[in-house]
């Protein structure tokens, strides 16, 4: 399996507080990215990242920051948390050769009540 | 506006047979299409992927077919396996002007069964 580990694996929140999700990859892949999983709507894009500190918004990037301080990790804040925001959150990584991510991490799921 | 639609919701094949997945897109400046498996509660799993220029590409049981005109792509499994009971998503990626990143954007997935 691909170097690629989420944490945590679940958080339960308020409305209101800021979360933040962390993604570790061993793959030394320039790429990362996160995506939300909903259903009805399969996976969406919300920030990615091309190297350290180069970081672009996705789809859904509102309400959500990022920041990639080194290769091997990139982190996703949930600047104040929504019941919008509940949802299963994956991190993938990818290299330059296959057009898109090529391993993904376990998954995020969370809850804001 | 759904760029990438999957309009089978689920399949169903026999083991054995040949599983055909299949997917439409609307922007013809895609630069990959990509397909995805994902068992629940686990992170999508990447199969295969082909880029624009080509219309074939194979890795082992899957095949991936690309119909430009028809903005049209396919998956075939064969032979289906109980095994590769699964949802499948279809993704389609842009390079940007640099020619580096890369944006994916899914379809919502067939569920596809295999029956023994």
């Known amino acids: 399996d691909a170097g690629i580990t989420q944490s945590p694996r679940h958080k339960v929140t308020e409305t209101g507080t800021p979360v933040t999700l962390r993604c570790h990859q061993t793959?030394?892949?320039?790429?990362m990215y996160w995506y939300r999983q909903d259903p009805g709507h399969g996976l969406r894009l919300i920030h990615y990242?091309?190297?350290?500190?180069?970081?672009d918004k996705g789809e859904v990037s509102d309400g959500y920051s990022v920041s990639r301080s080194k290769t091997e990790d990139f982190l996703l804040t949930l600047e104040s948390a929504t019941s919008s925001q509940t949802s299963v959150y994956f991190c993938?990584?990818?290299?330059?050769?296959?057009?898109?991510?090529?391993?993904f991490g376990p998954g995020t799921r969370l809850l804001v009540l | 506006d759904q760029q990438v639609k999957q309009n089978s919701p689920s399949l169903s094949v026999q083991e054995g047979r040949i599983s055909i997945l299949n997917c439409d897109y609307t922007?013809?400046?895609?630069?990959?299409f990509l397909w995805y498996k994902k068992y629940p509660a686990e992170g999508p799993t990447f199969l295969i992927s082909?880029?624009?220029?080509?219309d074939k590409n194979e890795d082992g049981r899957f095949t991936v077919f690309l119909n430009k005109s028809a903005k049209h792509l396919s998956l075939h499994i064969v032979p289906s396996q109980p095994g590769d009971s699964a949802v499948y998503f279809c993704?389609?990626?842009?390079?940007?002007?640099?020619?580096?990143?890369?944006?994916?954007?899914f379809g919502k997935g067939t569920l596809l069964t295999v029956n023994p």
């Open positions: 993938a990584i990818s290299d330059s050769t296959s057009g898109g991510p090529t391993a």
């Open positions: 793959e030394n892949h320039r790429y």
């Open positions: 990242s091309y190297g350290v500190k180069d970081t």
């Open positions: 922007n013809s400046m895609f630069d990959y």
């Open positions: 082909i880029s624009s220029i080509k």
């Open positions: 993704a389609a990626s842009l390079i940007n002007s640099g020619g580096s990143n890369y944006k994916l954007t």
